[in-house]
């Protein structure tokens, strides 16, 4: 099965400026999660999807970040306007059932670099 | 708030050695998940163990629970210079929908 699609693998951006990521789920996948993961630390949960619906957002600083999981399928994340703090990678994730109860499946992330 | 906790932070060891990783957590869970990530790469799924369970294994991996400690371990025998990764343990709280992550243990094996 092919796994989950990530883009941009990178991205370089100016504080106050606005990104958006693009997260394909693995075929079937009924969740999609964004983590955040700082260097050096572990992924971080921002959102979690069920088909189109928000289970958890209860990380997500709502002021700056906002995501949205049209059609149940495919997912954006977008930071606006992005501060120095937001640098990390962005891991999408999907799995069979919802929150915790079968194996995620992770992409390979993007990069966010905010000078 | 961090649920899971790795324990060692880094581990170097000898190509063939075993490696041992250790996770502790806070609250009574459902089940407890380990995960590797390779450099620049996503994570990847190793092994789920439910909370009435105690031992898994999978081919050289071999995770163990002790939900009256809180706590798990997880083995890798014979290692490989392959193995070289961060592991990660996640936690699937009893009442919640989600998974929480530890910090890692960051894995070098030596050739």
């Known amino acids: 099965e092919a796994g989950v699609a990530q883009s941009p693998r990178y991205k370089i951006i100016e504080k106050r400026q606005s990104v958006a990521f693009w997260c394909n789920p693995i075929?079937?996948?009924?969740?999609l999660y964004w983590y955040q993961q700082i260097l050096g630390q572990g992924p971080k949960l921002l959102i979690q999807?069920?088909?189109?619906?928000?289970?958890?957002d209860s990380q997500l600083p709502k002021d700056r970040f906002s995501a949205e999981r049209l059609k149940g399928v495919d997912s954006t994340l977008k930071i606006q306007p992005a501060k120095l703090e937001d640098s990390a990678v962005y891991l999408c994730?999907?799995?069979?059932?919802?929150?915790?109860?079968?194996?995620?499946?992770f992409g390979n992330g993007t990069r966010l670099t905010v000078t | 708030s961090q649920q899971g906790e790795e324990d060692p932070q880094a581990l170097s060891i000898q190509e063939g050695e075993n490696a041992t990783m250790n996770c502790s957590y806070k609250?009574?869970?459902?089940?407890l998940q380990w995960y590797r990530q390779n450099s620049g790469r996503g994570l990847v799924h190793l092994i789920l163990?439910?909370?009435?369970?105690r031992e898994k294994h999978s081919g050289r991996l071999r995770v163990t629970l002790d939900t009256s400690k809180k706590s798990s371990s997880l083995l890798i025998t014979a290692s490989r210079a392959a193995d070289t990764a961060s592991y990660f343990c996640?936690?699937?709280?009893?009442?919640?929908?989600?998974?929480?992550f530890g910090q890692g243990t960051r894995l070098t094996i030596n050739p």
């Open positions: 609250t009574s869970i459902n089940n």
């Open positions: 996640a936690t699937h709280l009893q009442g919640a929908q989600k998974l929480v």
């Open positions: 994730a999907s799995s069979q059932r919802t929150g915790g109860n079968s194996p995620l499946h």
């Open positions: 163990i439910r909370s009435n369970e």
């Open positions: 075929s079937g996948h009924a969740t």
């Open positions: 999807f069920q088909n189109n619906g928000v289970v958890d």
